[in-house]
């Protein structure tokens, strides 16, 4: 379900886990992307991967982090599913040592995939504070108030 906090709660955990993952942790924001076949140079950029070579981005990243431990986070996968499960598996079985963390509305449906489901949020006071974290990314003046707090969507 969209909207109920898996950016956050993965960020979350990329953070509680950052010592675990000596090469480091992180984040792959593939919301923007549209086009499948960029899933991989989207991931070699965010992870700061010079493109010095004529092969696919995806060999680059599998030989680059072949060695490493490193935590990857692809959050918004769900209209990329079938190129992030194969980037995932890519990268997995080419560093042994790696995780990735994938937030996504479906699965991957890959083998040894772990699933955790986010509930939507449930307490009034969650979906309130989700909701002014995310209008205060864009508006940092954004506050919620007895005002607007009553306000109703297109009231």
């Not at 918004?76 to 080419?94: I, R, Y």
């Not at 939507?120 to 108030?145: G, K, M, Q, W």
């Amino acid at each position: 379900m969209g909207g109920v906090g898996k950016t956050r709660l993965a960020l979350e955990v990329a953070a509680a886990s950052r010592k675990g993952f000596a090469d480091g942790v992180w984040l792959v924001d593939l919301a923007p992307v549209r086009d499948p076949a960029a899933v991989a140079a989207v991931t070699t950029t965010a992870l700061g991967i010079p493109d010095l070579s004529a092969r696919p981005p995806l060999e680059q990243l599998a030989d680059h982090l072949a060695e490493r431990q490193c935590l990857i986070v692809l959050d918004n996968c769900e209209h990329l599913v079938d190129a992030c499960a194969e980037l995932a598996d890519t990268l997995l079985s080419a560093a042994p040592d790696q995780r990735i963390l994938a937030t996504s509305r479906q699965t991957l449906g890959m083998s040894g995939e772990h699933v955790f489901t986010v509930a939507p949020l449930s307490v009034p006071d969650e979906a309130v504070e989700l909701l002014r974290d995310r209008a205060a990314a864009s508006r940092p003046e954004f506050d919620i108030t007895d005002a607007n707090r009553a306000v109703q969507p297109g009231a």
